[in-house]
């Protein structure tokens, strides 16, 4: 009989109620915990905002790690393993010598690893809780960066196993911790550091893991042991990077913003943005973010509330304190190593300090009432299902989000480089050995998503093939390449394939229309079209459509030119050329008012153009000179 129970004398039976933060049986173990399964699919709704992606379509840095991988073997694993910058082995070296094809033939497995592992994370933060809060507090805290969009890239990109890898090395090694074996945590602390510098957090928080030891003296040692393993592995990383001669981009220490910025703006922009990619917002300020700051400032005051008015709560909050204080000194000091990298911001690196955070703000909220933290979940699935989705159609430029990568870049990145693939692959299974593939009409940033020609090397396993810039193969037509990787920006599908002869043939009827041989450049924009296979290829039809119209504006074929050039400007609506030449055939058709509304359109698309500003000069000339067209559309053109 319980003291409590005693003082009651032997006739009372009041029920006593537990704290909501400390279950009173032990936790069940194994398949018979319903809070451990809840915490490994709590990665669904992860899966469900990434609908609609090309899941773990190779880009950018991927193809320095495949290149690496297929064609050089892993080496010794003490350099940079295809990066320039960082010796992190596990991701860049061991992960792509094991998964290097399959990325490859099948990436979208790779990302239900990547969401199988971060499933394994949150299990292992759980457990690691679950000895001391109750199964439904565990479960939220642990499943805390699971319900950030910025995870989705961690999930959806194979390059972001480096911080998969930290996440749950740095998992498993708390775990270990909690469970006081020493030995098996200072190895996943190994594992974490191989993965990614920034665990040097890991190793220093490991002896302050809430009950990792029994006395002063097992958490001393295990403080020592901790050392020992971050100045070893401190000392091979200095070794690597000098043999290895590995620096940080220049682009991130050289930047003017990073060099004038002092460390306390660039700590309060790294607080900024991982709060902000926490609560699944971009780095730039919306039009919601009152909203959003007003509903966890009431979440704040209502724990604030009950701790100031129900003594049970503040008992609650002092058993949770250790796991709190410990997650908010990993929040505080994993987010302190992101001031490095400014001013580049990447959203998927606040998921590891969130981790950290989670515990805390669940923790926290929950001593105070289990509904308060149950509204913080809510919350964060509402925001994650809002966050804007991945890229459905390719267009030339993306807005600003103030992030260097993230959800949106990254998706659209993988689609058109998924089309790419696809597209080549089903006209070229193999390519000849040696072949050259031109690239045109790219996107903003597309050509750093292929890695130069690793991309195409690593698609056919061929060291010997290249791209060739779109203007090299005009400046050197003869080149003989094999075929033209056109971009079709805004439209679907995303890539068409140009025959190299017919744009040779299109770029001779142009000195033949600059010589007036308009039915010989006819000729010439015939034989190309004809040659021309692919009819997704929009860009090349535009060009060959506008150049045609304008031959026939000069062969007095105006009424044909105005419907051409119509028709080239509803496949482009932004084509300059289209424009004038529209202009042009309107105006030749003594339809002033309608070709100065085209011009007016060209000056919004490309101000200062010298062609539109001349034949508006025309214009207006004939204007002012009281020029009016007749009743009737004239049976030609006016004088030239």
């Not at 069940?28 to 669904?44: E, F, H, Q």
């Not at 779109?470 to 025959?499: C, K, N």
Request: proline share 7%; charged share 20%; net charge positive.
């Amino acid at each position: 009989m319980s003291q409590r129970r005693a003082a009651r004398g032997p006739g009372r039976t009041t029920r006593v109620r537990e704290p909501a933060v400390r279950s009173a049986l032990p936790p069940p173990r194994g398949l018979g915990d319903p809070w451990a399964w809840a915490s490994v699919l709590a990665v669904l709704p992860l899966a469900i905002a990434m609908r609609g992606a090309p899941w773990g379509e190779p880009v950018a840095e991927d193809f320095d790690f495949l290149h690496r991988a297929l064609f050089q073997g892993m080496g010794s694993l003490l350099d940079g393993g295809g990066s320039q910058a960082f010796w992190r082995p596990i991701p860049h070296q061991l992960y792509y010598a094991a998964l290097g094809r399959l990325i490859l033939s099948a990436p979208a497995v790779v990302t239900m690893l990547h969401l199988a592992l971060l499933a394994l994370g949150a299990l292992l933060i759980y457990r690691a809780l679950r000895r001391e809060w109750s199964g439904a507090l565990a479960c939220a805290a642990a499943s805390f960066t699971l319900f950030s969009e910025s995870t989705r890239t961690i999930a959806g990109w194979a390059t972001q196993f480096v911080d998969l890898g930290l996440f749950v090395f740095s998992a498993l090694a708390v775990h270990e911790a909690s469970r006081r074996r020493p030995l098996t945590a200072l190895a996943a602390a190994l594992g974490a550091l191989l993965c990614k510098e920034v665990a040097v957090v890991t190793a220093v928080l490991l002896p302050f893991v809430p009950g990792a030891a029994r006395d002063r003296r097992e958490r001393v040692r295990l403080a020592l042991g901790s050392a020992l393993l971050l100045l070893a592995w401190g000392a091979a990383t200095l070794a690597v990077r000098r043999a290895a001669h590995l620096e940080l981009p220049g682009r991130i220490t050289g930047a003017s913003t990073a060099l004038g910025a002092h460390w306390p703006a660039k700590l309060a922009w790294a607080f900024d943005g991982t709060v902000r990619a926490l609560a699944s917002l971009p780095r730039l300020p919306g039009a919601d973010d009152g909203a959003i700051v007003a509903a966890g400032a009431v979440l704040v005051l209502a724990a604030a509330a009950v701790f100031a008015l129900h003594r049970p709560a503040r008992a609650r909050l002092a058993r949770v304190a250790p796991w709190c204080a410990w997650g908010l000194a990993w929040f505080a000091l994993a987010t302190a190593t992101l001031t490095p990298i400014f001013p580049s911001w990447q959203p998927n690196r606040s998921q590891y300090g969130g981790a950290g955070f989670g515990v805390c703000a669940v923790g926290a909220l929950g001593a105070a009432h289990p509904a308060l933290a149950g509204t913080l979940v809510a919350g964060r699935l509402l925001l994650l299902e809002r966050a804007p989705r991945a890229v459905s159609v390719v267009t030339d430029s993306l807005a600003e989000t103030g992030a260097f990568m993230d959800w949106p870049h990254l998706t659209r990145l993988q689609r058109f480089l998924r089309a790419a693939r696809r597209t080549l692959a089903a006209r070229y299974p193999t390519l000849p050995h040696g072949a050259i593939v031109v690239q045109e009409n790219l996107p903003h940033q597309l050509e750093y998503a292929l890695g130069g020609d690793r991309a195409l090397q690593a698609w056919y396993r061929d060291p010997t093939l290249r791209w060739m810039r779109f203007d090299a193969f005009r400046d050197s037509l003869s080149t003989p390449v094999t075929v033209i990787v056109q971009g079709e920006g805004g439209h679907t599908p995303e890539v068409a394939l140009v025959e190299p002869e017919a744009v040779r043939m299109l770029f001779e009827a142009r000195p033949l229309m600059r010589a007036g041989r308009y039915a010989d450049a006819l000729a010439s924009l015939d034989g190309a079209d004809s040659l021309q296979r692919d009819r997704n290829a929009v860009k090349y039809f535009v060009t060959s459509g506008a150049w045609r119209a304008y031959a026939w504006v000069e062969t007095h074929r105006d009424s044909e030119a105005v419907v051409l050039a119509r028709h080239v400007l509803e496949m482009d609506p932004r084509y300059v050329l289209g424009h004038q030449v529209l202009a042009l055939s309107l105006a030749y058709r003594h339809d002033f008012v309608g070709a100065l509304r085209e011009l007016d359109v060209v000056d919004r698309l490309e101000p200062g153009d010298p062609a539109a500003a001349a034949l508006r000069e025309q214009i207006e000339a004939r204007l002012a000179a009281g020029f009016r067209p007749p009743a009737a559309s004239p049976a030609s053109p006016p004088g030239r």
